[in-house]
């Protein structure tokens, strides 16, 4: 499966975007679907993740930002409001074993 991800950009602190990850084939039956960031010099880190068991926030975006799995269009979703300068990051999608590109997230102060 391939992931094309869209939707990043800079913001001013306080602002939101929405983060898009579209899959070339049905998720339905992902077993796993999430994101993650990375600055540079750092190893990726866990945004959210969903799993049958459940969805896992990081600590920092909890309350701030949300993911929405799409089904029907195959997409994925994070939705990230009152974004924070320390939000800047590259945002990667997962879905099983797939990775996408990487989409850049930039938040001012």
């Known amino acids: 499966v391939q992931l094309v991800e869209s939707g990043g950009g800079l913001v001013q602190a306080g602002g939101s975007l929405r983060l898009s990850c579209a899959a070339s084939?049905?998720?339905?039956?992902?077993?796993?679907v999430g994101w993650l960031r990375q600055t540079p010099g750092e190893e990726r880190t866990l945004v959210v993740g969903?799993?049958?068991?459940?969805?896992v926030y990081a600590p920092s975006v909890k309350g701030r930002f949300t993911m929405t799995r799409d089904t029907a269009e195959n997409t994925v979703y994070l939705q990230m409001n009152n974004l924070k300068p320390e939000d800047t990051a590259v945002y990667y999608c997962?879905?099983?074993?797939?990775w996408g590109q990487g989409t850049q997230v930039t938040v001012s102060s």
């Open positions: 997962n879905i099983g074993d797939a």
């Open positions: 969903w799993s049958r068991l459940g969805t």
């Open positions: 084939e049905s998720i339905i039956d992902a077993g796993s």
